[in-house]
T-cell receptor
Framework: DAGVTQSPTHLIKTRGQHVTLRCSPISGHKSVSWYQQVLGQGPQFIFQYYEKEERGRGNFPDRFSARQFPNYSSELNVNALLLGDSALYLC???????????FGPGTRLTVL | KNQVEQSPQSLIILEGKNCTLQCNYTVSPFSNLRWYKQDTGRGPVSLTIMTFSENTKSNGRYTATLDADTKQSSLHITASQLSDSASYICVVSARSSASKIIFGSGTRLSIRP
């Protein structure tokens, strides 16, 4: 059974551009969460979606948005990219709202 | 303020030795505490998860302890192997609030042959 998958693996953008990151959860998992991990630090919570509804939002600006589709896959969108948005973006899925999360390999975003 | 603090920040030990990593938290109301292992450039992998009523949980050579009274947890690694070299992250969740999933900054563990 496939684990959490994320695409793309790596991405290079310039300041001001926007980016869309994609995540497919483990089959049967209805909750997807997004995290930003800056080099040398722990992941910071961005969003959680459960059954296609936003269940939580971390302390990130409105430039960050996300959605979950009927098949429970999810997209994270970031507009007006800043240099500080360079990070590893992790997606995690779980069966239930507060269950153990399983992480994908992440998308490495570099903003130049 | 909800916080998770880990120590030490980094640790180097010889292969075959044991080590203990620490996690202190102030997250409230407490739901569960998880330890993850993260290889460089990869997503974290769950090692253990403990709720309020559990004070020890093992996963092979990894043993986690939890003291809910002092709000402290430890991760003990026995007979370390080179493949144990990674960051170990402590994550604490608050009850009924998805936004209160607090990650520690991790302990960077290096195993030397």
């Amino acid at each position: 059974d496939a684990g959490v998958t994320q695409s793309p693996t790596h991405l290079i953008k310039t300041r001001g551009q926007h980016v869309t990151l994609r995540c497919s959860p483990i089959s049967g998992h209805k909750s997807v969460s997004w995290y930003q991990q800056v080099l040398g630090q722990g992941p910071q919570f961005i969003f959680q979606y459960y059954e296609k509804e936003e269940r939580g939002r971390g302390n990130f600006p409105d430039r960050f948005s996300a959605r979950q589709f009927p098949n429970y896959s999810s997209e994270l969108n970031v507009n007006a990219l800043l240099l500080g948005d360079s990070a590893l973006y992790l997606c995690a899925s779980s069966q239930l709202d507060a269950d153990t999360q399983y992480f994908g390999p992440g998308t490495r975003l570099t903003v130049l | 303020k909800n916080q998770v603090e880990q120590s030490p920040q980094s640790l180097i030990i010889l292969e075959g030795k044991n080590c203990t990593l620490q996690c202190n938290y102030t997250v409230s109301p407490f739901s569960n505490l998880r330890w993850y292992k993260q290889d460089t450039g990869r997503g974290p992998v769950s090692l253990t998860i403990m709720t309020f009523s559990e004070n020890t949980k093992s996963n092979g050579r990894y043993t986690a302890t939890l003291d809910a009274d002092t709000k402290q947890s430890s991760l003990h690694i026995t007979a370390s192997q080179l493949s144990d070299s990674a960051s170990y992250i402590c994550v604490v969740s608050a009850r009924s609030s998805a936004s209160k999933i607090i990650f520690g900054s991790g302990t960077r563990l290096s195993i030397r042959p």
